[in-house]
């Protein structure tokens, strides 16, 4: 039996619904001539007791309803209000089903068509799964990658191409895509490495190179630019990147020796900037940048330049060493060579244009402080070392130069001999020689004769001054005579004494 009210099976015999508390009503089968048999009854005994006889004051006789009519009547009223109620009910509740005896009610009547529902439900849901897991063909895996990329899904296109070569390899215009979408996500090495395994063998595929810069561009890798671009030798390529490729640096000097006064410029026929090191490292962005011409030290020096281009390209470096020499003067020119002789000579020496020889005796380097040379000078008496140097107003020097002349005479009259006679001579004349000195250090050949020369010092003064006097002693007989310089000729005037 099925609850009117929430429609819940209730058990037989229950009298009220266990889930919603409704009284149930069990209505027995109608018999309509049972029903008018009970109603001819109950009329014939209500007219026997309808009324009762009652007398009032005034001996008048009344017909007054007993009590058992009364309750008949209101029996009468309260089966006309149950039937009035019952009859709305009708209209507005389900109708109670009447369960005959012995008869068996069925449970859950409706189920039948909630399993059907949930039937139709799952093949739905069954349905809608396998088309959404349904894999593509192998002929629809690029299309649908390509839909994907221009989505901006670039991890689930790499998943379909991923698919794609599961089946079969990968061709160019796959490739392609797979590297587009690494590039679009950033990830430069893989866009690199799909590019260089898809044209494997073709490096100098126009397409391939073309992709292959424009990918070192935008991850600005200059280095691999550069790389490239020198490697490949298609013309057209290079042209159209012509921006990216930097000549190296000109220098005006070639690695070499040079002197002091020489200038290296590094120039480059492009717009950009010249960096540069004096190390021997290789320039980086961080190098100096070259503005002017160099001026080197005495010394060595290593030079290394690149060029830097307006895009940032660097060229290949540029290295040059240069030894640089200080500036030197011709060296002095001697007349007269070195060695030994049995006569003497005068020690002469050309005259440099613009700069002064000057020399030493001692073994020393000469300076602008040492002895000057104006003429030739006569050959020492004993072995001496001259040094010669060549030093103009600007100061620049030449090369020392040295010779050593030894002198072997034959003589009868020794050097004491010589240099006592001038004095004794001197004196003989009139001459005072308290305050001087007569020292011979060289010799002189005039006319086949050999000379000593004996040169006056004065003593008046804390050193010994020359005073510009020199004597002549036949270095065979004695005899004397006065010297005088003939500037013109550059050589030596005999008197006798």
Aim: glycine share 6%.
């Amino acid at each position: 039996m099925i609850c009117p009210k929430c429609g819940n099976e209730i058990a037989e015999g229950h009298l009220y619904c266990e889930v919603c508390g409704e009284e149930i009503q069990i209505v027995p089968d109608f018999d309509l001539q049972v029903e008018e048999s009970i109603h001819v009854t109950l009329s014939s005994v209500a007219g026997d007791v309808k009324t009762a006889p009652i007398v009032d004051a005034k001996g008048i006789t009344k017909e007054i309803p007993t009590d058992a009519v009364k309750r008949e009547i209101k029996q009468d009223d309260i089966r006309k209000e149950e039937t009035e109620r019952k009859d709305k009910k009708q209209h507005t509740r389900r109708p109670v089903r009447r369960i005959k005896q012995g008869q068996k009610t069925k449970k859950y009547p409706y189920m039948p068509y909630v399993f059907a529902g949930i039937a139709l439900v799952v093949i739905a849901a069954v349905a809608l799964l396998l088309l959404l897991n349904r894999k593509p063909k192998p002929e629809e895996w690029y299309p649908k990658a390509l839909t994907q990329y221009r989505q901006g899904e670039y991890d689930l296109a790499i998943e379909s191409l991923f698919e794609l070569q599961k089946v079969a390899p990968l061709d160019r215009e796959s490739s392609l895509l797979l590297s587009d979408c690494y590039f679009a996500k950033n990830q430069p090495d893989e866009a690199i490495g799909v590019l260089k395994s898809a044209f494997a063998g073709n490096e100098n595929d126009p397409e391939y190179l073309k992709r292959l810069l424009d990918t070192y561009i935008a991850s600005d890798d200059k280095n691999a630019i550069a790389e490239l671009l020198e490697e490949t030798d298609n013309e057209e390529i290079r042209t159209a990147y012509a921006d990216y490729i930097a000549d190296p640096p000109l220098f005006s000097l070639e690695s070499g020796t040079y002197t002091d006064d020489e200038q290296l410029s590094i120039i480059s026929e492009e717009e950009g900037t010249i960096r540069y090191t004096l190390d021997g490292s290789e320039p980086d962005e961080e190098s100096a940048v070259y503005s002017s011409p160099f001026i080197f030290d005495v010394g060595e020096h290593t030079v290394t330049a690149v060029f830097v281009n307006e895009k940032g390209m660097m060229s290949d470096p540029v290295q040059k060493t240069y030894v640089i020499e200080k500036k030197m003067l011709d060296d002095p020119v001697l007349l007269t060579e070195g060695g030994k002789y049995s006569d003497p000579k005068l020690i002469a020496l050309e005259k440099p244009e613009g700069a002064v020889i000057y020399y030493t005796d001692d073994g020393s380097d000469p300076t602008a402080e040492s002895n000057v040379y104006n003429q030739p000078i006569p050959m020492p008496i004993r072995e001496k070392t001259f040094r010669f140097i060549v030093i103009n107003a600007e100061g620049l020097t030449s090369e020392v130069v040295e010779a050593t002349y030894t002198l072997q005479m034959v003589t009868l009259v020794d050097v004491t001999m010589a240099e006592n006679a001038v004095q004794l001579c001197l004196k003989l004349g009139g001459k005072s020689v308290k305050q001087s000195e007569y020292k011979c250090s060289s010799a002189y050949r005039e006319n086949e004769k050999n000379y000593y020369l004996v040169e006056e010092y004065s003593l008046q003064t804390a050193e010994k001054v020359k005073t510009g006097r020199v004597y002549a002693v036949d270095v065979l007989t004695g005899e004397l005579y006065k010297v005088d310089m003939n500037s013109a000729e550059g050589d030596y005037k005999l008197t006798a004494f």
